[in-house]
């Protein structure tokens, strides 16, 4: 796969994680704002890695990945993270958090590969 692809495809993982949360969200979630911080980092950092081509935008797309990973299970921890997979707050809650999921454990991943992968233009 090509570098613009892969990017592509990292920007659209970002995009996800970001989808599930605007499902988390609607389904009633209480975000600490009013707009959910994650949502808000998520679409900047998705902006970001598909305007800036260089290869911190793609460790930066495999950081946010991890940071909102390590979110959903201290969260899980300590609340309701884990109840939010398993629908025990409603189906859109439950869809919310697999895409969440989904979106930024791909991101993780295609960050850290496309940033292993790129050359060094910084």
Same mark, same amino acid.
């Given at each position: 796969?090509?570098?613009?692809?892969?990017?592509?495809?990292?920007?659209?993982?970002?995009?996800?994680?970001?989808?599930?949360? @605007?499902?988390?969200?609607?389904?009633?979630?209480?975000?600490? *704002?009013?707009?959910?911080?994650?949502?808000?980092?998520?679409?900047?950092?998705?902006?970001?890695? @598909?305007?800036?081509?260089?290869? &911190?935008?793609? &460790?930066?797309?495999?950081?946010?990945?991890?940071?909102?990973?390590?979110?959903?299970?201290? @969260?899980?921890?300590?609340?309701?993270?884990?109840?939010?997979?398993?629908? $025990?707050?409603?189906?859109? *809650?439950?869809?919310?958090?697999?895409?969440?999921? *989904?979106?930024? +454990?791909?991101?993780?991943? /295609? +960050?850290?590969? /496309?940033?292993?992968? @790129?050359?060094?233009? $910084?």
């Amino acid at each position: 796969m090509n570098e613009y692809a892969h990017r592509a495809l990292l920007t659209a993982a970002l995009a996800f994680g970001a989808l599930g949360i @605007s499902l988390l969200w609607a389904g009633g979630v209480e975000f600490p *704002i009013v707009v959910p911080p994650g949502l808000v980092i998520l679409t900047v950092g998705a902006v970001v890695v @598909s305007a800036v081509r260089r290869r &911190w935008t793609a &460790w930066l797309g495999c950081v946010l990945g991890v940071f909102v990973l390590v979110g959903f299970v201290v @969260s899980g921890i300590n609340g309701e993270g884990f109840e939010n997979l398993v629908g $025990d707050h409603g189906t859109t *809650i439950a869809v919310g958090q697999v895409v969440q999921l *989904i979106g930024v +454990g791909a991101a993780a991943a /295609l +960050g850290a590969t /496309l940033g292993l992968r @790129s050359p060094a233009r $910084d």
